[in-house]
T-cell receptor, first 109, second 117 residues
Framework: DQQVKQNSPSLSVQEGRISILNCDYT??????FLWYKKYPAEGPTFLIS?????DKNEDGRFTVFLNKSAKHLSLHIVPSQPGDSAVYFC????????FGTGTSLTVIP | NAGVMQNPRHLVRRRGQEARLRCSPM?????VYWYRQLPEEGLKFMVY????????ESGMPKERFSAEFPKEGPSILRIQQVVRGDSAAYFC???????????????FGSGTRLTVV
């Protein structure tokens, strides 16, 4: 029973272009949504979050958009850099954290 | 200020042996969570502990798996009589506030990669 879904296992983007990572969820009661970034052989690191009462949160090159009616959130990275190449997990919180299966982003120099 | 420390980084066990994974939370964090990542899958919640208490173990397999977070020392995830299907990356995370609603997220360790041969 996957409450948070990332349907694209991988994404390739040219350096300098925009990366858009998508995430869908099923539970309308989730309070917060988060994105984590994970490099190989390392643990996930917190990237950016958004409260369910907002529809956008921006931090530098990273922006998270939340569409509650569609139960969809997305992470925009612009401009994309080679160092952004990693696996990105979205997560949603209610009484616990639920993680998606991850999207592997490759930024091509 | 060290982050979440997990050891060992890699652990190889033969089928039937026991595996012990250790996690020391960030300084000042009293909430510990264990997650498992199977190949080609996301992070799956296993258990949430506070000092000396298991708060939520809804993600723990019913048999062979146990976890503790004693008053002194690290949290331990113990897997008895390991099988090949237990091979995975096990991540520990900690937080200052309790499980669930938080904009801060958890701080994760680098994980223990368990291989059962």
């Amino acid at each position: 029973d996957q409450q948070v879904k990332q349907n694209s296992p991988s994404l390739s983007v040219q350096e300098g272009r925009i990366s858009i990572l998508n995430c869908d969820y099923t539970n309308s009661m989730f309070d917060y949504f988060l994105w984590y970034k994970k490099y190989p052989a390392e643990g996930p690191t917190f990237l950016i979050s958004i409260s369910s009462i907002k529809d956008k949160n921006e931090d530098g090159r990273f922006t998270v958009f939340l569409n509650k009616s569609a139960k969809h959130l997305s992470l925009h990275i612009v401009p994309s850099q080679p160092g952004d190449s990693a696996v990105y997990f979205c997560a949603a919180t209610g009484n616990q954290f639920y993680f998606g299966t991850g999207t592997s982003l490759t930024v091509i120099p | 200020n060290a982050g979440v420390m997990q050891n060992p980084r890699h652990l190889v066990r033969r089928r039937g042996q026991e595996a012990r994974l250790r996690c020391s939370p960030m300084k000042g964090h009293s909430h510990v969570y264990w997650y498992r990542q199977l190949p080609e899958e996301g992070l799956k919640f296993m258990v949430y502990l506070q000092k000396e208490n298991i708060i939520d173990e809804s993600g723990m397999p019913k048999e062979r798996f146990s976890a503790e977070f004693p008053k002194e020392g690290p949290s331990i995830l113990r897997i008895q009589q390991v099988v090949r299907g237990d091979s995975a990356a096990y991540f520990c995370a900690s937080s200052h506030t309790g499980q669930g609603a938080s904009l801060e997220g958890y701080t994760f360790g680098s994980g223990t990669r368990l291989t059962v041969v």
